[in-house]
């Protein structure tokens, strides 16, 4: 029996991590959950009763064996060191250690083995890393990936609640003939695309577009792997969606590549459907279709994978994590 704590357990993510940790079949004494003082009182259900949220303070994680972080970078920046202090292990799914030294990046099904040499701190990757990782973990078994090209289709709901509310409300503005309102992106997102997901970098590539490479090559253990990556926002609500073109060292026979993608633990081959982001949401199988031989490179595999990005993307790929480090005392 295990005792877990939720960091920011009234979002998206710690609800779905809540969801999570019942699924999972985790044996757990307590669940604690943990948010800002405005939500202290506030009752989530869990399994056939309810849980009450408590203030996230200093002292609020002595006794627990593991917490779960759905919170700000700055925000986990905050709690870390209590939470270290506290004895706990920290799996957050903030990007603020992601790239840290000594800090495992971890996809359960591609290298569950770096959680176990954490130091008290295990992080999540970025939603459309984990999947777009996901479909191209397999192939990268037939033969090294050498070089990935890569855009994101990523719904709103990446961007928190308030993404979701903003799509809600323009496309009601719309039908009713009011003013549009942008709020949380750099344009009207109703019935449109953005190429603008995070804030730019020197090099004209933007934050959420360089995890793409950085935590790549975390993950697959690979600091020579290539990436270039455009990150789109759509009007989904949820379930984000990728294609991916990547270069292999030899040339493979693509039965060969559909075959391990099929075998592929948390995988689902799509070979006569396209994967779609109503198809995907609400699970944690990364859908992956549309698999053919590049034009430009004759080692070259282009595909298309789709994933929930709330829950494989974020909630559950945490709470994957806290289960593999379970199975594996």
């Known amino acids: 029996m295990t005792k877990v704590g939720i960091l920011g357990a009234t979002g998206a993510v710690g609800r779905q991590m809540l969801e999570c940790l019942g699924e999972q079949g ?27 949220v408590q203030e996230a303070k200093e002292d609020s994680f002595d006794g627990l064996d593991y ?98 509310e903003e799509l809600s409300e323009q496309v009601e503005a719309i039908r009713t003939g009011k003013e549009v309102q942008v709020k949380h992106f750099p344009a009207q997102i109703a019935y449109n695309c953005i190429a603008e997901i995070g804030s730019y970098t020197d090099n004209g590539y933007t934050t959420e577009e360089m995890k793409m490479l950085n935590e790549g090559r975390k993950i697959m253990h690979d600091p020579d792997l290539k990436v270039t990556c455009t990150c789109v926002r759509v009007p989904v609500f949820r379930s984000h969606s990728i294609s991916v073109t990547c270069v292999t060292e030899k040339k493979l026979d693509l039965d060969e590549v559909k075959r391990a993608i099929d075998a592929f633990d948390g995988d689902v081959l799509m070979d006569q459907k396209v994967p779609t982001p109503l198809m995907t ?8 279709g549309r698999i053919r031989r590049d034009l430009v490179n004759e080692n070259g595999i282009t595909l298309w994978c789709c994933g929930d990005q709330i829950r494989k993307g974020a909630a559950a790929n945490a709470v994957e994590i806290l289960k593999y480090l379970e199975d594996h005392k």
């Open 26 to 52: 985790i044996e757990t004494e307590e669940i604690r959950l943990l948010a800002s003082a405005r939500s202290v009182g506030k009752e989530i259900p869990f399994k056939d009763g309810v849980l009450r």
């Open 67 to 164: 917490v779960l972080g759905a919170v700000s970078n700055a925000l986990s920046q905050k709690f870390r060191p209590a939470i270290e202090k506290s004895g706990a292990v920290y799996i957050d799914n903030s990007s603020a250690f992601r790239l840290e030294e000594g800090v495992p990046l971890v996809v359960p099904e591609i290298n569950g083995e770096d959680a176990l040499h954490h130091h008290g701190l295990i992080a999540n990757p970025n939603c459309s890393t984990i999947i777009t990782y996901m479909a191209l973990a397999p192939i990268y078994h037939l033969s090294r990936i050498t070089a990935i090209n890569a855009s994101t289709y990523q719904a709103v709901s990446g961007a928190g609640m308030g993404g979701i």
């Open 281 to 288: 949401s609400n699970q944690d199988k990364v859908y992956v």
